[in-house]
Structures are given as structure tokens and as C-alpha cells.
């Protein structure tokens, strides 16, 4: 009888469909999703953190003028993470050439990069802000 039951249990677990995944398996696959969306979410949370803030600078119509070769313009964007792209940036830089500026920037009267401009006064700061000045000079809030 054990050698019937043996042959029953073979020709049983031959023809069984296998499971693709064990339960371990799938509790380990969903823990490490769970895992991935959360550093994502996160991420994508910090990066963008400055977008109101760069959007009421716009909105209060500031107006950075920058060049792309200037490192201080980088620096000064970077300080925005993710959310440089909402900033009110207007490029003076001509493409392919550093010592150039466009006529926009000519006639603006801009001598140094970056440059922030507050309305309605028109007052100009040359250099830097940290994004407490900025937000000291435009009333608009930190995050």
C-alpha cells in the first residue's frame, strides 16, 4: 500500500500546476515595493518642495536674469532643488559664446550675473540671495 500511495503522490505532484511564486515570495516582492514608492515619494517630495515659492516669485513678479556659463546662476538655482524650473529666469547668455550677452539684458542695463529684480520698485540686487532674503524682499513664504 505505501508503494501505491507513493506512486499516487508522484503522479499527483507530476501533474500539479507549480505556483509561480511561494507566499514568502510575494510578501517580500510587496514589501520591497512598498519600499521603492515610499523613497520615491519622498524624493519627489523633496525636490520639489520650493515649487509654491518659486511660483509666488513669478506670481510678484521678480525676475532673475542669469547666463548659462555663470556658476553663481547654478548655484543660485540649485538652491531651489527640483523646483528651479518655476523660477522667473530670464537668460542673458548667447549660446556658444561667454563673453556675449543678448540685447534684451543690453537694454535691461544688467551688468552682473545673477541679478534679482524686485517690482514695482524696479530695485536690482546683483550676487546671491539666500532664499530667506528672497523671501524677506517679495513677501512670499518659505515652505
Given at each position: 500500500?505505501?508503494?501505491?500511495?507513493?506512486?499516487r503522490?508522484?503522479?499527483?505532484?507530476?501533474?500539479?500546476?507549480?505556483?509561480?511564486?511561494?507566499?514568502?515570495?510575494?510578501?517580500?516582492?510587496?514589501?520591497?515595493?512598498?519600499?521603492?514608492?515610499?523613497?520615491?515619494?519622498?524624493?519627489?517630495?523633496?525636490?520639489?518642495?520650493?515649487?509654491?515659492?518659486?511660483k509666488?516669485?513669478?506670481?510678484?513678479?521678480?525676475?532673475?536674469?542669469?547666463?548659462?556659463?555663470?556658476?553663481?546662476?547654478?548655484?543660485?538655482?540649485?538652491?531651489?532643488?527640483?523646483?528651479?524650473?518655476?523660477?522667473?529666469?530670464?537668460?542673458?547668455?548667447?549660446?556658444?559664446?561667454?563673453?556675449?550677452?543678448n540685447?534684451?539684458?543690453?537694454?535691461?542695463?544688467?551688468?552682473?550675473f545673477?541679478?534679482?529684480?524686485?517690482?514695482?520698485?524696479?530695485?536690482?540686487?546683483?550676487?546671491?540671495?539666500?532664499?530667506?532674503?528672497?523671501?524677506?524682499?517679495?513677501?512670499?513664504?518659505?515652505?
Amino acid at each position: 500500500m505505501s508503494q501505491e500511495k507513493r506512486k499516487r503522490q508522484e503522479k499527483s505532484q507530476a501533474t500539479a500546476p507549480r505556483k509561480l511564486f511561494d507566499r514568502t515570495t510575494v510578501i517580500l516582492i510587496v514589501v520591497i515595493a512598498v519600499i521603492v514608492a515610499g523613497a520615491l515619494g519622498y524624493r519627489y517630495k523633496h525636490d520639489h518642495q520650493y515649487d509654491g515659492f518659486a511660483k509666488c516669485l513669478k506670481d510678484h513678479g521678480l525676475v532673475m536674469y542669469g547666463a548659462y556659463w555663470c556658476p553663481h546662476c547654478a548655484d543660485q538655482k540649485a538652491l531651489f532643488l527640483g523646483s528651479a524650473k518655476y523660477l522667473p529666469y530670464h537668460e542673458c547668455g548667447v549660446p556658444g559664446d561667454t563673453r556675449l550677452e543678448n540685447d534684451s539684458c543690453k537694454d535691461a542695463g544688467i551688468k552682473k550675473f545673477p541679478t534679482w529684480q524686485f517690482p514695482p520698485t524696479g530695485e536690482r540686487i546683483e550676487g546671491d540671495l539666500s532664499l530667506e532674503a528672497l523671501s524677506d524682499r517679495s513677501g512670499c513664504p518659505l515652505p
